[in-house]
């Protein structure tokens, strides 16, 4: 019984110790800025896809799905190009610039939005 009374208490010091460095371990401020700059990166780019796609729509009649390629500083800009391997397939490029909307929409090398 008193192998069994020492493995119980030992086990549970174990678990409240765990307890206690999960509690008290927190992220450092370096950390949560780095989290906030890759959050705000991505909506930067989901917002950007939805505006551009809905300029796209609107003026020239072509659904956008996902950009074969995208460019951006992951703060003030995203550069999309939408390719497809259909020849009636139009090349799109657009870009969007923060607080500023949809500043450049090209398809097949003419500016729609200039």
Known sequence: MNNLNTLFFGFLGVMV???????????SEHQKMGEAMIMSANML????RDK???EAERRIKTELYTPSESASDGITYVQMVWKGNDPNYKEVSCR????????ELVVDGKKVIP
């Open 52 to 54: 551009c796609a809905e």
């Open 45 to 48: 780019n989901v917002h950007a």
């Open 96 to 103: 969007y610039e923060r607080d500023k909307g949809v500043m």
């Open 17 to 27: 110790v765990g307890f206690l460095i999960v509690a008290f371990s927190g992220k």
